[in-house]
């Protein structure tokens, strides 16, 4: 059976499940809503960050009561709170009307580039399984180059950089639904495996 062999992905199965879906249903909003307001798309990057923040500070919660590592959900899901709150401000104290947008698409690019860098490094670090491993890597190396086309396409629209970042969505809230259901799997694996130790662990001693 595949497992991890650090303690890096600990959540509940459903933590990965409930991101995927957000992340899935936001980021084929951004990538084809064609002729959207711009502020309309802001708010929906806005409010998803909220979402996924919401989520991992549940999963915080659920974490700390197994006393398990709780210090990076907590952390992400701070982040991604505050993120949303820059996103969702209409004026940001002390920027300049030119400034406004591309210090949020700058902020964009940065939450892209260190999730994505923190991807590839439970990918390495965190599997054993080779399916598992391939997939987080592969998803962080897609998040790296968004995110370096996010820093680099000064020339780019706004609702193109939105569509940017709608790809890098659609693309992690795939990868959680698969590790979600995944991970549930393993866990109906290892439920059925303990009880046949038990139930033969009986037997042993009759």
Request: glycine share 10%; net charge positive.
């Amino acid at each position: 059976m595949s497992k991890t062999t650090k303690k890096f992905i600990e959540s509940h199965w459903l933590t990965f499940a409930m991101k995927g879906a957000i992340s899935v249903v936001a980021g084929m909003c951004l990538m084809f809503a064609n002729g959207w307001n711009t502020e309309i798309l802001i708010h929906i990057v806005g409010w998803t960050m909220i979402g996924l923040g919401l989520i991992e500070l549940i999963n915080m919660i659920h974490r700390s009561h197994k006393q398990a590592n709780w210090g990076f959900p907590l952390f992400l899901g701070l982040l991604e709170i505050a993120i949303a709150a820059i996103l969702l401000v209409s004026t940001i104290p002390g920027l300049g009307i030119e400034y406004q947008i591309p210090f949020r698409i700058a902020v964009l690019s940065g939450y892209v580039l260190f999730a994505s860098v923190v991807t590839i490094f439970i990918g390495f670090s965190s599997f054993s399984n080779m399916t598992d491993r391939f997939m987080w890597i592969v998803n962080g190396m897609l998040g790296s180059v968004l995110a370096f086309v996010l820093f680099a396409g000064s020339g780019l629209s706004i609702t193109m950089h939105i569509e940017l970042f709608g790809t890098y969505l659609l693309v992690n809230g795939l990868t959680d639904l698969f590790f979600g259901v995944h991970s549930h799997d393993e866990a109906l694996e290892l439920k059925a495996e303990r009880a046949a130790k038990r139930v033969a662990a009986k037997k042993g001693k009759r």
